[in-house]
Every structure is written in C-alpha cells, then in structure tokens.
C-alpha cells in the first residue's frame, strides 16, 4: 500500500503565495507521474500540474506561469509552487501519484488540503 501525505494549504490574500507538499511512502518501486489536481465547490476535478519521472509538466492554462510542479530527486515527494494566488483558485487540493510497485501500475490519491484565496 501507498501513503500520501499533503501538506501546506490554507487561507491567503489575493497576490499571496502557498507551497503545497505531498510525500509518498509504502511500497514503491518508482513514481511514474506525480500531479496535482484541484476541486471547487460545485465543480469538477480538474488537472492543476503534472510532472513525469524524467520532469516533463503540463499545466492548466489557468495556473501557467503562476504555479510551477517539482519533485525531489528521489521521486518520493512533489511540491507545488503557488503564486499570484486569484480568489477562483480557492479550492481542496488533491495530489495523485502514479507508482510501480515491481509489478502493476496503481495510482492513488491523497486526503486533500484546502487552498483558500481571499479578494
């Protein structure tokens, strides 16, 4: 089983800036991609940053140039770099891993941490 472990949200002024982290341990043999996806009320999922084992990201046109994804060398943990923070980014942040165990693929996903932006 794998453990992911968010950490970093909270409330913040418009123009302000957070750090998200997510830590993964358990039984991992690689994380493929690591990726931070985000929920409003009301509104669906969506995709806020990905970034592949060899560092290639994608980011929603929304956040691009505000928020950068990263990872750490050993490939256990991703952060996420907010600045310029908009009130429309006030959401629950999900990170998702995509990990290898030696044998299947499985993703899983974290508890959420909330990300409030006030006007």
């Known amino acids: 089983q794998v453990r992911l472990v968010e950490s970093g949200g909270g409330l913040v002024q418009a123009g302000g800036s957070l750090r998200l982290s997510c830590t993964a341990s358990?039984?991992?043999?690689?994380?493929?991609?690591m990726a931070w996806y985000r929920q409003a009320p009301g509104k669906q999922r969506e995709l806020v940053a990905s970034?592949?084992?060899?560092?290639?990201?994608i980011y929603a046109d929304s956040v691009k140039d505000r928020f950068t994804i990263s990872r750490v060398n050993d490939n256990t943990a991703a952060f996420l770099q907010m600045n310029s923070l908009k009130p429309e980014d006030t959401a629950v942040y999900y990170c998702?891993?995509?990990?290898?165990?030696?044998?299947?693929?499985?993703?899983?996903w974290g508890q959420g941490t909330q990300v409030t932006v006030s006007s």
């Open positions: 998702k891993v995509v990990v290898y165990n030696g044998v299947v693929r499985s993703q899983y």
């Open positions: 358990g039984r991992i043999i690689s994380i493929d991609t």
């Open positions: 970034i592949g084992i060899r560092g290639s990201t």
